[in-house]
C-alpha cells in the first residue's frame, strides 16, 4: 500500500515558479515509477510528466518540455515538480500518481496510487 501526499500549489503570477512535492508512504516507493497528472475544470485529467523508478529516466508532456522538471528523492521517499514560466493554461488540479512498474507510462489505468490533489492558479 502507499499513501501519498501533495504539497506546494498556490496562485501565482505568469511567469511565475512553483515547486510541489509528492511525499510517499511504504517500502515500495523505489520500485514505484511515479507521475504528475493535472485536471483543469471541464476536462479529463491528463499526464504531465513522469520518471522511472530510479529516477534516471523522465518524460514531458509536450505542453510542458522545456519550463517543467520531474525529479525523485528516494531515500526521502519524495517527488518533485518544479514548474518554471507558468502560463494561465497551467492551472489546474495537480495530482501524484504511483504505479505498480518501474518504467514510466502516460497511462492513468497504469498508476494505482494518488495523492489528493493540490491547486496550482496562474494569473494573467
Known amino acids: 500500500q502507499v499513501q501519498l501526499v501533495e504539497s506546494g500549489g498556490g496562485l501565482v503570477q505568469a511567469g511565475g515558479s512553483l515547486r510541489l512535492s509528492c511525499a510517499a508512504s511504504g517500502r515500495t516507493f523505489s520500485s514505484n515509477a511515479m507521475a504528475w497528472f493535472r485536471q483543469a475544470p471541464g476536462k479529463e485529467r491528463e499526464f504531465v510528466t513522469g520518471?522511472?523508478?530510479?529516477?534516471?529516466?523522465?518524460y514531458y508532456a509536450d505542453s510542458v518540455k522545456g519550463r517543467f522538471t520531474i525529479s525523485r528523492d528516494n531515500a526521502k521517499n519524495t517527488m518533485y515538480l518544479q514548474m518554471n514560466s507558468l502560463k494561465p493554461e497551467d492551472t489546474a488540479v495537480y495530482y501524484c500518481?504511483?504505479?505498480?512498474?518501474?518504467?514510466?507510462?502516460?497511462?492513468?489505468?497504469?498508476?494505482?496510487?494518488w495523492g489528493q490533489g493540490t491547486q496550482v492558479t496562474v494569473s494573467s
Open positions: 500518481a504511483a504505479a505498480p512498474r518501474r518504467y514510466i507510462s502516460m497511462g492513468r489505468d497504469d498508476y494505482t496510487y
Open positions: 520518471i522511472n523508478s530510479s529516477g534516471a529516466s523522465t
